[in-house]
């Protein structure tokens, strides 16, 4: 068990709805990264929050967008699905950002457009 | 091209045998080189990481990276069934922010 929460664990939904996933850091972790995981993709990462501020983008999509709350707990919302957007959706959370720091992974939420 | 490149396999080996699993990238800029272990619906999980050029071992496992080449390897001795999952090389892009990951190689060893 990394420590990192991630809830749903399973989500179906149709297309053009909308969703929120959410993730509980570890303990003492400031950052959270979020990533998806496809078949035809593999796992790429999304965006990134350090103390609840943006800190890296990388391919999210407009239709996407996600928060870090001061509590630290982070928010992932996607909207106006698509069947694409099925995938593997993960969180992991680090210490900090300035050096490297271990990522550890949450179970991930496993959402279905239908 | 992505930036990191991983043949997806699968491999799959006898219990006991030496695994090779490699992956290659682009970037000359990257310095930080992960090895994850993905069992089937679950998160990845850390393995090794080494910096810049040069070997870590950990028990049965082993992490190379050769910057000349832009190649990464992990070898697992005396595989164990345990040790069937898929395995994800990567990378560290744009600071110490996001890890590039490659396909993952999914590895199964038989008793």
């Not at chain 1, 996607?78 to 680090?94: K, P, Q, R, T």
């Not at chain 2, 999980?45 to 080449?69: I, W």
């Not at chain 2, 990464?72 to 595989?79: A, P």
Request: proline share 4%; net charge neutral; glycine share 8%.
């Amino acid at each position: 068990d990394s420590g990192v929460t991630q809830t749903p664990k399973h989500l179906i939904t149709a297309t053009g709805q909308r969703v929120t996933l959410r993730c509980s850091p570890r303990s003492g972790d400031l950052s959270v990264y979020w990533y998806q995981q496809s078949l035809d993709q593999g796992l790429q990462f999304l965006i990134q929050y350090y103390n609840g501020e943006e800190r890296a983008k990388g391919n999210i999509l407009e239709r996407f967008s996600a928060q870090q709350f001061p509590d630290l707990h982070s928010e992932l919302n996607l909207s106006s699905l698509e069947l694409g957007d099925s995938a593997l959706y993960f969180c992991a959370s680090s210490v900090a950002t300035n050096s490297y720091n271990e990522q550890f992974f949450g179970p991930g939420t496993r959402l279905t457009v239908l | 091209q992505k930036e990191v490149e991983q043949d997806p396999g699968p491999l799959s080996v006898p219990e006991g045998a030496i695994v090779s699993l490699n992956c290659t990238y682009s970037n000359s800029a990257f310095q930080y080189f992960m090895w994850y272990r993905q069992y089937s619906r679950k998160g990845p999980e850390l393995l090794m990481y080494t910096y810049s050029s040069g070997n870590k071992e950990d028990g049965r496992f082993t992490a190379q990276v050769d910057k000349s080449s832009k190649y990464i390897s992990l070898f697992i001795r005396d595989s164990q069934p345990s040790d069937s999952a898929t395995y994800l090389c990567a990378s560290l892009s744009g600071g110490y922010n996001k890890l590039i990951f490659g396909a993952g190689t999914r590895l199964a060893v038989h008793p």
